[in-house]
């Protein structure tokens, strides 16, 4: 059965680096993995996608393992506005279907 | 270009009854998908259409429809409404169903007394 497994929560103080790890198995190996941030009262937002190795764009990094079994999301010195729920996306192996982690909880302290 | 629309934002109603979401795509995306958003259980997908077919469905039970018009816009009914039927509901859009990131709009907000 894939399944995607992040933390439930994380606290960081702006300036740092932040490493958000998501824990994915029995994914589709030709499918993106991709991570979204959500604010309250507002819907996800799309963040950055990737397929392996890494990706990079204006706002995060992306880093996928060539097992492809984890990916981390990584949010380069911090402010107070990332402060949010960040949710990472895979494709599941068997059935194509969209397999969401619950969401990590991220809290970003002056 | 205008986002993800969806009305009404906030909806109360009461047992028994029956609610219908409406959700307005990006311009020229095909793809709508609806998802149930409640605390600690994260985002549940329901549905997705794409071009006026229902093409993958989540496990809801049968009081959950929806449904897309030929200009992509969906809607969503729930009837016979419970209180556990009480969360958020996201509306999606994407260009095309496989690994094209997911537009959501700001959701309706379902309070069931």
């Known amino acids: 059965l894939a399944k995607t497994t992040q933390p439930i929560s994380m606290d960081s103080y702006e300036g740092q680096e932040v490493n958000i790890t998501c824990s994915h198995n029995?994914?589709?190996?030709?499918?993106?993995i991709t991570w979204y941030q959500q604010f309250p009262s507002q819907g996800p937002r799309f963040i950055i996608q990737g397929y392996k190795t890494k990706v990079t764009n204006e706002v995060a990094s992306l880093f996928i393992p060539a097992d492809r079994k984890s990916s981390t999301l990584s949010l380069p010195r911090v402010s107070l506005s990332d402060t949010a729920v960040y949710y990472c996306l895979a494709v599941a192996g068997n059935n194509r279907k969209l397999i969401w982690g619950l969401g990590t909880s991220l809290a970003v302290n002056p | 270009k205008a986002g993800v629309t969806q009305t009404p934002r906030y909806l109360i109603k009461t047992r028994g009854q029956q609610v219908t979401l409406s959700c307005s795509p990006i311009s020229g995306h095909r793809s709508v998908s609806w998802y149930q958003q409640t605390p600690g259980q994260g985002l549940q997908f329901l549905f997705e259409y794409f071009s006026e077919t229902q093409r993958n469905k989540g496990n809801f039970p049968g009081r959950f429809s929806g449904r897309q018009f030929s200009n992509s816009r969906s809607e969503m009914n729930v009837s016979t409404l419970e209180l556990g039927d009480s969360a958020l509901y996201l509306c999606?859009?994407?260009?095309?169903?496989?690994?094209?990131?997911?537009?959501f709009g700001n959701g309706t907000r379902l309070t069931v007394t």
């Open positions: 029995n994914i589709a190996t030709n499918d993106y």
């Open positions: 999606a859009s994407s260009l095309e169903s496989d690994n094209s990131p997911l537009h």
